[in-house]
């Protein structure tokens, strides 16, 4: 397996030692997840990270896949299979570009590929597949408590406090940059109305306390501010 380039610039020890954490990271719960001898998890670790770091990317980038796995962490409890949910945190913006729609069915298939080559077993595989593809949605079906525990990670950033919050919006944005304004507004709205439309946005009991609130009082200013 090839490893790909990181990032154009890592003079910055934070960055080489955040990319070390990620590395970690990954090996650590590839090899909670797979039996046996299995490749060297470093190689995918470094793939998936110069995805991660695509230069298009303003908000889906390696510090948005590390809040989702901070976020895991604080959630796995909740988890039928916590180290299945952080592999699909890995994997859910892989492939990641704001002009297509296809984005997690396609990271939903580098899942798929890669992972049996790392080692996984084709059921484990075929979880951390369709927990990537549940976050098209972020609605999963009660019980599904990986689910659950993917889709409230992922969503935390809604709850952050107002400077956060105006971060992340600025940098979906800055994402969509080619997108003129008047265009933006209306599907960022869309967007907006969608996650207000559901019943809960968080589903377990940790993210319903703690999130679920902040983030309606998040997107509903936003939504206002765009209409």
Do not use: I, K
């Amino acid at each position: 397996m090839t490893t790909l380039p990181l990032m154009a610039d890592l003079d910055d020890p934070t960055d080489r030692d955040a990319l070390d954490d990620l590395r970690a990271r990954w090996a650590r719960t590839l090899d909670a997840a797979r039996q046996g001898e299995a490749p060297d998890p470093a190689p995918y670790a470094d793939r998936l990270l110069a995805a991660w770091a695509e230069p298009h990317r303003r908000y889906h980038t390696t510090a948005h896949l590390t809040a989702v796995l901070a976020h895991v962490d604080t959630l796995a409890e909740y988890a039928e299979d916590a180290e299945l949910v952080r592999l699909a945190a890995w994997f859910h913006d892989a492939v990641y570009r704001p002009d297509r729609s296809e984005n997690e069915e396609r990271s939903a298939g580098l899942a798929e590929r890669a992972l049996p080559e790392a080692g996984l077993d084709p059921e484990a595989t075929a979880e951390v597949a369709r927990l990537v593809r549940l976050t098209v949605t972020h609605d999963p079906h009660e019980g599904d408590t990986n689910g659950e525990v993917l889709c409230d990670a992922d969503l935390a950033v809604l709850a952050g406090d107002p400077e956060e919050y105006a971060a992340y919006a600025a940098a979906v944005r800055a994402e969509y940059a080619f997108v003129p304004d008047d265009a933006f507004r209306a599907g960022r709205a869309a967007v907006l109305r969608q996650l207000l439309d559901l019943p809960r946005l968080f589903r377990t009991p940790y993210g319903m306390r703690e999130w679920e609130a902040r983030a309606r009082e998040n997107l509903t200013s936003e939504l206002e501010l765009l209409t």
